[in-house]
């Protein structure tokens, strides 16, 4: 399976798209489908961190990467996600080199951080896994993805870059573009132009920056700009677009018989 931190590293360029729905088989037909990733959604879904686990689990039958938006950065939502089996943690609103730094100390083990150790986790193969090998491949592995959605967030983007152990530094468009007083003209030259400064300034700290896009044509320009993580609409959107389409073609045969 891909190892999304390593392949930022890189420097490739990765395409996902974000899970609404508490359905393991839409989990599989993402990857079955040919994205990169998939990010599961606690905080604006109906499915909650237990419901994550079988999430988790055809994720990795259809060999796709996953993260999880937990809803707070709260320290048992954190370790939860990641003892499933998840590469990383996505946490929304932070504004702070504080909570930055608590972002990652939840989500790392000590020395680093102050996740809970239990090698029976799924994580670890419940226990097969010897631990020692575990932790390594847990330190190599978990990423650490901030959403930098608000004025606070920008206005401290420098303090929070220059976290030790923050991956990706996601931006959140329609926010972005409020404080740039071009509220949702996500494709604005001053937008394009923003985040393209964001994101040079984020590998000088060798973090990637992470983006949500609610169509494919619309990923092109930020692709350009440097982008490393895509995320495109979600499978909700894409089923709408899918039932719609498929139903004009339905009725369009049906209007040309009459």
């Not at 089996?85 to 909570?99: D, I, K």
């Not at 730094?101 to 083990?109: D, Q, T």
């Not at 020395?111 to 090998?133: C, E, F, K, L, N």
Request: aromatic share 6%.
């Amino acid at each position: 399976m891909l190892k999304l931190k390593q392949a930022f590293k890189d420097g490739q360029t990765l395409v996902g798209t974000w899970l609404n729905a508490a359905s393991p088989s839409q989990v599989e037909t993402i990857g079955y489908a040919g994205f990169d990733f998939v990010v599961l959604d606690t905080e604006h879904s109906a499915y909650d961190i237990a419901g994550c686990e079988n999430l988790v689990r055809a994720a990795d039958a259809a060999r796709l990467p996953c993260l999880v938006r937990v809803a707070d950065d709260n320290p048992t939502s954190v370790s939860k996600v990641l003892e499933y089996g998840a590469q990383g943690v996505v946490v929304p609103h932070v504004g702070s080199r504080a909570e930055a730094e608590e972002a990652v100390r939840k989500a790392h083990y000590p020395p680093v951080g102050v996740r809970g150790a239990a090698p029976s986790i799924r994580a670890a193969h419940y226990g097969q896994t010897p631990w020692p090998d575990y932790l390594a491949r847990a330190r190599e592995e978990t990423m650490v993805v901030l959403q930098i959605e608000g004025h606070e967030g920008i206005q401290n983007l420098d303090a929070i870059m220059a976290v030790a152990g923050v991956d990706v530094l996601f931006v959140g468009p329609f926010d972005l573009s409020t404080v740039l007083g071009i509220s949702g003209q996500l494709d604005h030259p001053l937008l394009l132009d923003t985040v393209g400064e964001i994101v040079q300034r984020a590998r000088a700290n060798r973090i990637a920056v992470g983006i949500w896009m609610p169509t494919p044509e619309q990923a092109g320009p930020w692709i350009e700009r440097g982008v490393q993580l895509i995320t495109v609409a979600s499978n909700d959107l894409i089923f709408m677009e899918g039932c719609r389409a498929f139903a004009s073609r339905v009725k369009a045969q049906i209007s040309g018989r009459a």
